[in-house]
């Protein structure tokens, strides 16, 4: 069976329905962690110590990799625990945002961040332009801003940091887009009706985090 049979026999509006609420599922995840563990001082010390926080961001960063590369023919199972798995830890990195801005901040831009997000996933749902071929610019472009974010690490210019910020939140927005399209498309490859909703809910997900994390950037209010 080639990919776009497999396409046709799937209902698009239960699809996004169930990605939909997984990415909600995982949001509430993170952010329910990281409210919980900044309240808490002595969590908050432990995880943010150093090594303990370097070795929470390694594992983050292998499961994205995994989740990325081998959620299509995982069980089902074991995909929505690695699913969950992540949010929890990047609810414990999310913890420091809470102690960082008011919480009344936190909540707007998270607001406008979820406006954002349909706006630009209703434009990747309905265009009729061809957003895949921007996947490419789109990755180079994001290489891009992590090579300058290494390198602004030891120029330390706000005004560098301000660019990379902006140039970031832009190409996530793209992201938003695109990844809509694509699993509208079906440019996936063959995989299972559970699977989907995972991959695409993990998709949009990490859209979802970096453009608040942009926005709140931009936006958020500190606290005194």
């Known amino acids: 069976m080639d990919n776009m049979n497999m396409v046709e026999n799937y209902d698009n ?13 995982g949001l509430l995840v993170t952010f329910g962690v990281g409210y919980y563990v900044s309240s808490n001082e002595i969590m908050v010390e432990n995880i943010h110590k ?4 370097l070795i929470i961001a390694i594992v983050e960063i292998v499961l994205c990799i995994v989740l990325s590369a081998r959620i ?15 949010a929890g830890l990047t609810g414990l990195t999310f913890s420091v945002i809470f102690i960082i801005y008011e919480l009344e901040s936190i909540m707007f831009v998270f607001g406008i961040t979820s406006i954002v997000c ?11 332009i061809d957003l895949t071929k921007l996947g490419t610019f789109l990755f180079m472009a994001l290489i891009a801003v992590i090579i300058a974010s290494i390198i602004n690490i030891f120029i330390g210019s706000d005004a560098f940091n301000l660019g990379i910020c902006i140039l970031s939140l832009v190409i996530f927005i793209g992201y938003m887009a695109y990844d809509i399209q694509v699993i509208k498309r079906g440019m996936y490859g063959n995989i299972n ?9 993990f998709q949009i997900y990490l859209d979802f985090i970096n ?5 709140l950037e931009l936006f958020g209010k500190r606290r005194d």
């Open 50 to 53: 150093n090594s303990t926080f």
């Open 118 to 128: 349909l706006i630009f996933g209703l434009i990747g749902y309905y265009t009729k």
């Open 193 to 201: 009706e559970e699977n989907l909703a995972i991959y695409g809910a």
């Open 211 to 215: 453009i608040f994390i942009r926005l």
């Open 72 to 86: 299509r023919k995982m069980n089902p199972l074991v995909a929505k625990t690695l699913y969950l798995l992540y």
């Open 13 to 25: 509006n239960k699809i996004f329905a169930k990605i939909f609420l997984w990415m909600f599922i």
